[in-house]
């Protein structure tokens, strides 16, 4: 139960920080 929880905050956590980037990308025009 532990390792499931620990994979669901993994693929959220990626999730989150590849939003960020898309969105880094678009407002940073010299990306």
């Given at each position: 139960?532990?390792?499931t929880i620990q994979d669901?905050?993994?693929i959220g956590?990626?999730?989150r920080m590849r939003k960020s980037r898309q969105?880094?990308?678009e407002n940073d025009?010299?990306?």
């Open positions: 139960m532990k390792s669901t905050f993994l956590h990626a999730r969105r880094h990308k025009p010299e990306a």
